[in-house]
Every structure is written in structure tokens, then in C-alpha cells.
């Protein structure tokens, strides 16, 4: 195990807040020079735009038709995180999220889902049809609703984040549609209060991007959005020098968790577990035949999107079949006891 | 929706017990005439023997030394279902599931796994080691332990059958370890005590075949083994005239739940969605696009193995997000109220 | 390298002629008693029907309307072969195929096609139409020609096998239009006349099948079918024993070639060019990594088809980059020049 | 058919010349200014780097151990090209390739190639070996050739470029070992002498970026390498005004070729032929489902490599199947006439 330093740890603590004007909202991971600089330890509040860029404003306005070309799925930031440093971890504890509007949205587009023909599985079979789906938010009874033909649904509200991202490696910039190493949109729903994300750092300052609220969302996201929603965003941020990982990490009072996006889906199975066997290895002291019959028997998986140009799974393991390890020097408890 | 016929309806309940004889067990899906006839409405008492064909008896036994080539996966039956007919379904409710030994089993077989190369995803890399971990059976207390090094590994017990089957279409007879549309070695943990399984009939009197009995195990079952054990076996089967599906499909008191076993992953993922689809618009009342946005918004997804030749994925929905229908006539109450 | 003994070397050569009857057609590899014994070192003449089982008869005979279900694919045989023991290998020489009729067909099946959602490529979209193409055959000229639209698309004629089989490993009896490790509907155009085909033997006697003649075909098969015809055939048999392979191989007189039928492409991709690199290391005397090496400068694929239960790809290395070996012991050679 | 004007025809031919100096190559796709601005119709004379940033200067140079971290892949370019706008096509015809070293190198890297665990097939076996293949250059003889062990590998020389390009769309700068939409590292043998490429302009200038010379590869290219080479590039570019296409597509004397470079191998196949029956319908006046027969009975494919992060597919049809059409206006046969 590695011994870590928090960078904060001789920092004191700090909030500041960004609100971004709608020409301030980023197209891509990566590219853009940073809105703000924060220290270590600081706490940040801001507002992410839902993923239709603010443009569908009412139940008739058609996405295809309203939302300009380009400008899918559009990010907060990015915020240069002081210290952070290419093979560092980069952590955002997540503090609150709240919808920032009474309605939410979701939609299927022609060309784009998890049972359609794509860009990708290009198949010469005639398009489903574009349709909206309108939600009523009700902040006070915690649900979204809508209408599916004479029925109403009525779904729990679980604000989480969509999009996560640092800049990526390799000096690559990528669409907002597209999750990676770098995070990005992942569309993993334990990305809500509470949770504690781990990124890798590429770049000088982290340059973190948040984005793409979601008020609800069943796994694989199968129709190609969830409920979509702008959101008021507070998180803490933190960096954990000397402590590369490869994939984003989560961890919450209950899991430990693990990603991979790519594709095929298995190659974004494979990646989730063997993270989750490398972690325990590394971190829980598990031997490795032994980390991979633990994930057998215990595993369990969020397979939280197959839409996006890169699949999305998430290896997940209860604390409680763990030993009484605090992975990352403790930084999960570290975050969330003085938010 | 279809107007439903139960077989049982006018056929008196029954209580029947098989215990297959070692040489009575089969390693194949089809291709073997039927060792007992049922009659719909019928309780079957039986059992199965574990995947290692029960040739590993104490913890230093090495599978691939002891377990004799061709004999993975024992399966019992087949059982004839008087009345089924290609083109029905036919409904197995699990009552009860008991460990028949104080022991169960997990072992590592290079090239077996889903972190491991394999036959199919054939790769020039050195293998992985063999690998037996030995668990304990608390049948008192309900749970399975093992030993990963220093540490005890204890888990909550949960009996399930691995392999639950019908004699498979177009005349095909498969390995025991192969799931597709006929069910087989799905490795589903929703298959125990309280569910009803409705699986596609394809030839006449279906061919129940039952086996592969797990105490426990993760999503993905990655090593290649569950917690393996022999099991008491007690269910109740009927037949739903007139009803045909492509794929099985479960039900317990809380889900509706459709099944895909085929790779790429995303094609099982795809079929199993795709069938809940079709469910919901068939039985529910939902036109097509609707039931997409209610699976992608409250839709829950098991990866339940990854490992076989084909992988299974399970598609769930809660029933409080369905209106009140009792999909297939009512089958699933109607065979847990009177057992 | 392993010293090998020839069946045949014993026995005297022998000429044997089967014309099945249509009820005596196969649906299904594996599952069937022979229909005749062959000595190692036997010519056989036989016949067998195209994919339709002849019952497409004239440009407006609709496959889905006059061919029966469950007879799709219609195979010739099985014949056992003499000495043929499980863990040695068949060799069948082609010595001719001739079209027996002068027509030909090509059709697009809704659902089945590597450009159209499938049973397993599980999409909402609607199905494209399906459609014939009447092949008109012209031995003199030795083309195929068909009318697209007002043109004419004339083809020059190269018949082969697209299914050879051996009955399948493990007890396993699997549909007609299944391609795996047995062999069975791989539609290789290379198995043709002067093509030498190695498979697998899983039981005694071999239990070799043939058919679904085409009379050409594109890389991939996309539209779901080839120009489908009923073929005159003649081959010669043989049986290398004590040398095992995995996956079929094939040699003409420029290349030895490997293959892999699986699924996704990626895994089809990967057995045909490890086992080339088996073989390679195996029979040529070449070191793993320069094995590897030399497929990847000088080795050709063939991606024969993307539309069965299983893909089919075949890695193909030229007899020019490799050392004089007569691999198999020079069955290849032997079988070809006392034809 | 869309009438389509040249860009170059009111313009005069204009040859230029770049040599990069090293500090000039670039690491990724998209992100830079153009390094020189070229009139339609220019010829290009210029150099590109081998894949090893030049760092591989003798045998015994390990790559790993010489070649700096981020380095991978060097692209010449961007190169402006007057008038072309988003939603045209850049048209570069390759008048000549010539090797600028008498060596030429491949290598295996561990966790990078088609017959190994790699960072998205992750898995838990040991790696390969890193090893190098020195290759010599024989230009006279028009070879290349290696030692495997103790016997020469010796291999016609074909040299061509791996890497061709135009900046990625939705403003994407993107690593130099990948392949996408935009073109990139395709490593397609078909772009060689009198090729032209027909590439997407996604921003102002198209900024096109060539690089990655090969000498010689086999289909596949599975150890991760070709036989790498630094080359001496003469080019003609030439802008087709408001003819967009999703990928790039390819002619040469013999065939039109279209590419789709994605995972998993299938969605990369499905893309090129779904690209190529939208040309034949859209330029070549088939209808749809007869294109798909076409591309059915001759269609022939490259699968050109099965190692980088996208995968790339060619699909080919022969002229001698098409009717006397000259697509993209005639582009390719105008601009190998006045080369």
C-alpha cells in the first residue's frame, strides 16, 4: 500500500461558486482553458445546463428541430485544481444536487439507443421515430412523472451527475457524448450525494468538467436519454498525490466501485472488474486469485449506459464482505465529515 | 392480449419424487427420451448434483484431475409435461431449494473465467492457475464461508438453480454448460425459492431438465464457478396453451423479468430488453415507444454470467411501475398459492 | 512434430456412389446413424440440395411461403469413416463440384443479414422486405448472371461446399446454418474443387456431412445468402490419426489456412489466427513470437460470413513465405495426386 | 446523382514542398494550426516520421526503453486546404510512397496487438514478451526482410500510408494511434500509389495530416505492428465542393472501397458496407436491397487492423461489376491523369 499525502491537508478550506452564462458552457472534454482555479479541499458551487442545452423549453419543441447542431450535452468548467499533477487521482466528493428547474425531459432520437440501429451498428433497417417525453419535477414529493399514452409514471427523484470528467490523456479532446479513461459521460447514477468519485489526472490542474444531470434513469439507459434536468451542483474537491489510477473509481458508505466504457460491452465489463481486482489487490490486501473469486461471488454490476459511443459498467463491491481498509488514505471519510 | 388456457385447470394436482441414480444423470440440453411423465399442476421433489458432477469431495481434489472429461454440468430429467406442445410455455415455480451437503465449491480452470483468455476470445497469454476454494455450508445459520488467505469469507446463502431447461429447438442438443432460447446454464440468482420460470416448449411434452445448484454468487459469476453445491429440488410445473415466446421469462412477487443469452454481451443485452419490450406490449397495454422509455427509465439490468459460451443477461422491471396485470393469466399466483 | 500414420496407407482405394433421396436429407449436424461406411482413402460421389431444400422451384416461389420450417439447410450423409477415432483428424479432398441444375438463387430473409437486426441483434426497427434473385447458370460460359433492377450482373462460377461437417464435440447436435469447431455451415468459398479440408474428429467414424453448395459469393455473405444450388459432388476421405486440432483447417496449393466461426467477429478473428499461429509453431518449426510475427506481415483473411448463429473468418498464409513442409504429413499432396 | 463542381478547376496546379523538422511532427488529430495552406489541386512533396517517433535507430534499441511516453505515431501536417468547408469532401491522390531509410522496423509491444490481453480486453493473464524485428530495405530489389530464428522472412515492399486524415468533427483532437470517422491511423494497404482518398471535411481547411508509413502488412496487422518506415510522400489534393460522406472512401484503377473503423469488428464491418450500398444507390444508380446483393455475391473485404482503439474494415467492389460510372464527379481519374 502506498503511503499518500493529501494536498489539502495544509490548505484551508474555501467555497466559491460559478455559475456559468449559457456562452460559458463547453462542448468537450478537454480543450478549453479553465473558468476558475481551486484550491485543494475547496468546495465549489455551480450549475450544470441539462443535455439539450437548455433548447427544449416546453413539451412540443422537438430536440432534432430546437437543439443547433454541436452542442450536445454541454459542461461546467473546467476548473483548474491546484497541485494536481498527471499521475495523481483527483477526488470529487459529491455534497448536494438539486434540480434547478420544474420539469425534465427525455427523448429518443432516430440513429441513437441501445435498441436501434446507430452510427455504429449501421444496418440499413428503416428509423424509429423521434418522440419527447415531458416530466414534471416535485421537489417536495422527491418524484418525476409523465405521461406513457393514458398512464402516468411516477419514478423516485435520485438527482445524479451524468458527466464527469478531467481533461483527457494524450492531449486528447473528446464529445461530451463520449465516456473514456478520463470519466466523462459515464451516466453512472451512484454519482449523487453522498459518493465520492476518483479521476485520473492527465493534465496540469486536473481541469475537472461536470455536466448532464439526471433526475432518474433505469440501467442502460436503454432509449438513449434519461431524465434530463438541469441541476444546482455542490461538490467538494480534493487531490491524492502519487497515486495513478487508470479508470474512475467511486466509493459511497455502502460500495466500493469500479468503471470501464468501452466497447464491446464485455471489453467494459473486463475493464470494471480487473480495476476492481487491481484495487483489491493494491489497497485490501487481497491476493490475486483471491480478488477474483471475491468479485465472483460478491460482485455486482451497473451496466448504466449502452448509447453512448462507449459502453459504460460498474463493478461494485459491499464493504461488508471487506476488511476494514480506507482506500485512497481515507479520503471518502475525509471528504464527507467536513462538508 | 391472448385468451390463456391452463392445462392444470381441470387435471387434479399431484406429488411425484425422482432421484436420479449417477447413471441416470445427463450432460446434454435434449437429445434423451424423458425418465418421468408429469401432469400439469404436478410437484416434482428431485434433485441435482453439483457442476463438478460430484467428483470433487474434499478440498484437495483437483477438478480437472478428478472430474472426468465430458461430464460438466449434470443435469436431471428429462421430465415429459403431458399436454405441452411446441409452441406453448411452460411454467416451473420454484418452492423450495436445500443444499444436500455440508459443502460447496468454487474453483479457477484456466481458460474459463471472464478475466481470462478462453477458447473463444483466444489469445497467445499464459494461462491462469488452477484454483479449488472450499466452502462451508451454515445451513443454521444461512450462510457459505470460505478462506481467501488469512481472511473468512461469509456470505449470505441464497440456493438457485444454475440450469433450468426445455429440450432446445430445430432439433439441437447442447453442451450442459451452453444457455440460448431454451434456457440451460443461465446461472439466473432469481431462479430460487418464490419464482416462476416460463421457458419456450419446442418439442412435445418440453423436456424439463433441472441442475447446477448455487449457494451463492456475484453478477457475472467471473471466475467461471459459482458457490457449487447438489440440492433438493422441489417445483411445480404447468403449461400456458397458445402462448409462444422467443426467450424464457421469470416472475417473482416484486419483478417481471425477460432473459438474452448470446454474445457480443450487448446482443444478450439487447435480446433481453427487446423481450421486455415486446412483454410490455403485449401483455401491459403499452405502445412501443412508451414501453422503451419505461424500461430506460426504471429498467434494471443483471449481468448474471459472462463466462459461458453464450452469456446471460436478465432485464427487469418492478412491478409498482406496471399497472395491474397478471401477465400469462395469472400463472405466478396461481402456482405459489397453491403449493 | 508429431510422426503420423495414414489410414489409407493400408487399404486400397475404393469409389462409392450415394444420391440421397429428399427424405433422406439432414436438418441437423450430429444426431443421425450413418448412411454408409467409408474406407480411409475412399472417393465418394454424391449429391446435395441447395439452402431452400429445393423448394424454391421458380422466380416466384417466396422461401418463407414454400420452404418448410425446420428445413433449412438440408445435408447429405453422415458417413462414417473407418478408423476415424475421436482425437484424430478427417481430410476431404475436393475433387469436383459441378451445379446440378440451371438455375440459382440468392434471397433477403427479413431478420437474417449482417446489414438488418436479427433474432440476436435484437432491435425495435422495422424489418426490411425480403426479396429473390433468380441466377440464371451458364456452364459453357461457367458464369451466374441475375437481373438488378435492368441491369445485368453476370458472375464467373466457382462452386463450393458451404457446410462440411464432422458430428460436433461433447454430444452436441446443432442446426444446419450453425457454423463452430465441427465445421458445418462455415461458407468458405477456399472449399473447392482442389481445396484439401481437415475437421476435428469428436466420434467414431467421423460422421461426415456435406452441403448447401454455392456457386459464388461475396466476403461476408452480407445479404444473408450466396447463389444457392444443388451441386454434384465428388471428394476423397481420409483420417490422419493421433493429431489433433481444434478448428478446421484447410490447404490448397498456395496457402495453408486456419478458421474460426464465433461470436462477436473479434473472437472468430482471434481462434483463426491462434490456431495459424499453432500451426505455424507446431508443423513449421517457427518460434511463438515469430509465428506471430510473420501472420502479421504476410497473413490474408478471409471474412467469409457475418450472418450465422456464428461468424466465420479464415487466416491464410502463403505456402510462399513458409519452409517446404508438407504439413499433415503431405496428406494434401497425397490426396490430390491420386484423385 | 449530385452535381458536384471541383474546387481546383478554376484554379492552376501548384506543386510545394514540407519537410517537417521533428519538433514540427504532431501527436494528435486535430488541435493544431495548419503548418502551410495548399490550393485545390496542389501537389504535395513532403516526408512522414516511422510510428517509432524515429527513436528505433538500430537493432538493439527497445522501444518501450527509446521511445518517449506520448510520442506514438507522428503526423506531418496539418496542411490548409483552400475552400473547403464542413460538409465537403477532401480528395488526396497518392502519386508516389518511397522509403527514406534503407531499415525499416516492427515490434510486439506487451498488451498491445490482436492475440494478447490489451488495456480494454483487460485481463488478468501475464503479458508477451516485448521483441523487435529489424527489417532491411531493398529497393532495388523491392524487399523487405527479417530473421525469424535462423531463416530469412523476405516480403515484396508495398509501401503506403498508415495514417491519413482530416481534423475530427464536433471539434475532437484525438490520439494518432486511433482511427475514426475522420480517417487516422486506418493502416489501409489500399492507400498507396495510385489510391485516392476521399475523406469528410469536418472544419475550415479540412487540415489534412498523413503519416505511419508501412512497407508491408498482412491483413489484420495482429502483433500490433507493420513493417514501420519513415517515407518520402508526393501527394495531389483537391476539395469536392458539397458532396458530404460519413467515411472515408477510397478509389483506385480496380476498385471503389469504403471503411468503417469501430468496435466491436462487426459494427466496423457493418459500417463499411452499409457505406458502400449507400454509394452504389446514391452514385452507381442501384436500388438498395440490389446493392446489398451486389455486396452480397462481390463484395470483397481488407480487414486491415484488429489491434488499434477502433478497428478498421474495407469493403471493395470491383469496376467490373459496376456500371461506367465515375463517382465523385470523376475526381480520381482527373487527378491521376495530370499527376
Known amino acids: 500500500m502506498v503511503a499518500l499525502t493529501f494536498s489539502s491537508l495544509y490548505l484551508s478550506a474555501q467555497t466559491v461558486r460559478y455559475i456559468p452564462k449559457h456562452e460559458e458552457l463547453k462542448y468537450t472534454f478537454g480543450g478549453h482553458p479553465p473558468v476558475m482555479t481551486l484550491k485543494p479541499g475547496a468546495i465549489l458551487e455551480t450549475w450544470t445546463e441539462d443535455c439539450y442545452d437548455g433548447a427544449v423549453k416546453k413539451p412540443t419543441d422537438i430536440p432534432s428541430q430546437v437543439a443547433p447542431i454541436g452542442r450536445d450535452n454541454p459542461q461546467t ?72 399514452g393514458e398512464r402516468t409514471l411516477e419514478i423516485p427523484m435520485s438527482p ?27 451516466d453512472i447514477y451512484s454519482i449523487k450525494k453522498g459518493a465520492t468519485v476518483y479521476l485520473p489526472v492527465q493534465v496540469d490542474g486536473a481541469l475537472l468538467q461536470l455536466g448532464d444531470g439526471h433526475l432518474a434513469q433505469g440501467e442502460g439507459e436503454i432509449v438513449g436519454t434519461a431524465v434530463e434536468s438541469a441541476l444546482h451542483v455542490k461538490v467538494k474537491v480534493d487531490v491524492i498525490k502519487g497515486k495513478a489510477i487508470g479508470w474512475p473509481r467511486i466509493e459511497n458508505d455502502e460500495y466500493i466501485m469500479t468503471t470501464g466504457s468501452y466497447r464491446p460491452l464485455e471489453d467494459a465489463f473486463r475493464i470494471a472488474y480487473k480495476e476492481m481486482v487491481l484495487w483489491l489487490t493494491d489497497e485490501f490486501g487481497f491476493e490475486q486469485m483471491d480478488a ?34 480506507k482506500p485512497f488514505g481515507g479520503m471518502h471519510e475525509k471528504m464527507k465529515s467536513n462538508k
Chains 1, 2, 3, 4 share one sequence.
Open 160 to 186: 445524479f451527475l451524468g458527466c464527469i470528467a478531467t481533461a483527457p490523456q494524450r492531449g486528447e479532446v473528446r464529445w461530451t457524448v463520449t465516456p473514456e479513461a478520463y470519466g466523462g459521460n459515464m
Open 292 to 325: 477474483y473469486q471475491l468479485c465472483s461471488q460478491v460482485g455486482e454490476v451497473d451496466v448504466v449506459q449502452v448509447v453512448d459511443p462507449n459502453y459504460t459498467v460498474v463493478a461494485k463491491i459491499s464493504r461488508k464482505y471487506l476488511p476494514n481498509v
Open 77 to 148: 468548467g473546467p476548473f483548474f485544481v491546484e497541485t494536481a499533477k498527471p499521475g495523481d487521482v483527483l477526488a470529487v466528493h459529491i455534497i448536494d444536487l438539486e434540480p434547478s428547474r420544474d420539469y425534465a425531459i427525455s427523448s429518443a432520437y432516430p440513429g441513437f439507443g441501445a435498441l436501434t440501429t446507430t452510427d455504429y451498428t449501421a444496418l440499413l433497417n428503416p428509423l424509429l421515430p423521434e418522440k419527447v417525453w415531458w416530466y414534471k419535477v416535485d421537489k417536495k414529493k422527491g418524484t418525476v412523472s409523465t405521461k406513457l
